[in-house]
């Protein structure tokens, strides 16, 4: 983290703190669903406020491309904001302009407000120098604390940094410690496990990993399309046969840079994707011409569970099994309840993230025990990629 200005020995009393969140939450009828994304921000902006700063939140709803959609309006975010933290939030209609300036001004020390939606700007997206201004003009000095927008370079994750003294927020620093012990320098062995249906959306972020790790574990509908190219035949599986070249070359790229991959060795087979299908526990040579690996295996849970043991760090993205219908939840519950247990014991670091990765781990209920759960996307897996966050490097002190 030295990399970063952090708050660290900031004084923000009596200043007009902009900080960038990410409380982009799922909503249902109107309300916030599920409130992680603001349960994660509270801490950073207790202590600021406590701290005596005049904070002021910027954050995105939805993608309302430059139009002020009334269902994108952050108003229901600014309840169960105002809600979580047990103190008042005021509300500007706008995130520049007068009716900003006004909330802003009336700011006392120790006291926060949170502006409408900054993508009801198409400038925010562009990241247009003078909505940057525009922004600028109500802080003095900027926090970004939102990791899982750092992956676009907009007016508030990009400009901003340069436009005013910047620093990383709590979470984005708890969020860029658990990352740089994860992959940037991490304890050895290392071991990635990814999963979901596709490689082809992957390749990047494989074609990264193999560099990085002594064991990648490839698990869920993309073992399929590695195991065809070692010549399995794997039936009706979900398998993108015109990736077997680039599957090859995967395993080429893997072996040149010292990575073990690992596929796995037996597969829990269905003759049809839904719950509760009939299924039969199959060694991959045996694989019916109608049925579809749902799931790893006892063997391959086995083989996992072992190979964990003698790991220091893990990361993790994506399902190892169709999840949502059991019993093909079987593996990634066991191998996430088994990496929990080391993570528990101290004998693992364990770093997850990405779309369905949360709600597998939640699933698995295991998500409060790792040891950091990324509640970012796109970020997180740009991040696996191993490019470059426009949001982050904007930090980085030069
Ligand atoms: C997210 O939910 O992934 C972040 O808030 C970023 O949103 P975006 O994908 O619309 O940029
Ligand atoms: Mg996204």
Redesign the pocket.
């Known amino acids: 983290m030295a990399d970063f200005n952090t708050l660290d020995g900031v004084s923000v009393a009596g200043k007009r703190v902009l900080l960038r969140a ?1 409380l ?1 939450v799922p909503m249902k009828d109107g309300a916030v669903s599920d409130t992680t994304r603001i349960d994660r921000t509270v801490p950073g902006l207790v202590e600021l406020a406590d701290a005596g700063a005049r904070l002021v939140i910027i954050t ?1 709803f939805g ?1 309302p491309k430059g139009q002020r959609v009334p269902e994108m309006s952050l108003k229901p975010v600014a309840d169960a904001l105002t809600k979580q933290l047990g103190r008042p939030v005021a509300f500007a209609n706008d995130c520049i302009g007068k009716d900003a300036a006004d909330v802003v001004n009336a700011l006392k020390d120790g006291e926060i407000a949170i502006l409408e939606n900054l993508r009801y700007h198409a400038e925010e997206e562009k990241n247009d120098p003078v909505f940057v201004e525009e922004l600028a003009k109500l802080g003095d000095i900027f926090v970004n604390d939102a990791f ?2 750092a992956h ?1 370079a907009h007016a508030s994750t990009e400009g901003l940094a340069h436009k005013l003294p910047a620093y990383a927020g709590r979470l984005m620093q708890i969020e860029l410690d658990a990352l740089g012990k994860a992959l940037e320098a991490p304890k050895h062995p290392v071991m990635a496990i990814v999963g979901g249906a596709k490689i082809s959306t992957k390749l990047d972020l494989l074609g990264n990993l193999v560099e990085r790790v002594d064991q990648l574990v490839i698990g869920g509908g993309m073992a399929n399309t590695f195991l065809a190219a070692k010549g399995v035949d794997v039936g009706k599986s979900l398998c993108e046969h015109d990736l077997l070249v680039t599957a090859r070359e995967i395993f080429a790229k893997a072996e040149a840079a010292n990575c073990e991959i690992v596929l796995p060795i037996d597969g829990l087979v269905a003759r049809e994707f839904k719950e509760h299908a009939d299924h039969v526990v199959s060694d991959l040579k045996a694989i019916d011409a109608d049925g579809m690996i749902l799931d790893a295996g006892p063997a391959t849970i086995a083989d996992l569970n072992k190979r964990l043991e003698s790991c220091e760090t893990l990361v993790w993205n994506g399902p190892l099994g169709a999840f949502e219908i059991a019993p093909f939840d079987t593996a990634t519950v066991s191998v996430a309840q088994h990496a929990a247990k080391l993570t528990k014991a101290g004998k693992l670091l364990s770093v997850a993230g990405g779309g369905d990765t949360v709600s597998a781990l939640r699933h698995a209920g295991v998500d409060g025990d790792f040891s950091y759960v990324s509640t ?4 997180f897996l740009e991040w696996l990629e191993g490019k470059v966050l426009p949001g982050v490097a904007a930090l980085r002190k030069n």
């Open positions: 990410d982009n995105h993608r899982s927008c676009r970012a996307g796109g970020a």
